[in-house]
């Protein structure tokens, strides 16, 4: 079994900064990727940012050149989520979502409880 901690987050200002972190365990993990996605009421949840085992990166273009991800680790089993330039609009709740590879080629997902993130005006 993986578990996934997410942390951070909280009541930030516009303008301002946080920063979240999460962190996967579990017995031989092999991971091959790490992914944020937020969540706001009543709408799906949206992807925010990657970090693939090889290093590469992306984010969305609603947080390009505010928010940067990275890894923590060589192996991948912990990252961070930098927010910068906090908007109102990136209140939510953010999820930490973790790929971890199986045998033949398949991959199974789980999933962090959500941290919330508050920007005031």
């Known amino acids: 079994q993986v578990q996934v901690e997410e942390s951070g987050g909280g009541l930030g200002q516009t303008g301002g900064s946080l920063r979240l972190s999460c962190a996967a365990s579990?017995?031989?993990?092999?991971?091959?990727?790490m992914a944020w996605y937020r969540q706001t009421p009543g709408n799906q949840r949206d992807w925010v940012a990657t970090?693939?085992?090889?290093?590469?990166?992306?984010v969305a273009d609603s947080v390009k050149g505010r928010f940067t991800i990275s890894r923590n680790d060589f192996y991948l089993t912990a990252m961070t989520l930098q927010m910068n330039s906090l908007k109102p609009e990136d209140t939510a709740v953010y999820y930490c979502?973790?790929?971890?590879?199986?045998?033949?080629?398949?991959?199974?997902?789980?999933w962090g409880q959500g941290t919330q993130v508050t920007i005031s005006s």
């Open positions: 979502k973790v790929v971890v590879r199986g045998g033949g080629g398949r991959t199974k997902e789980y």
């Open positions: 579990g017995s031989d993990l092999s991971i091959s990727a």
């Open positions: 970090v693939s085992s090889g290093g590469a990166t992306a």
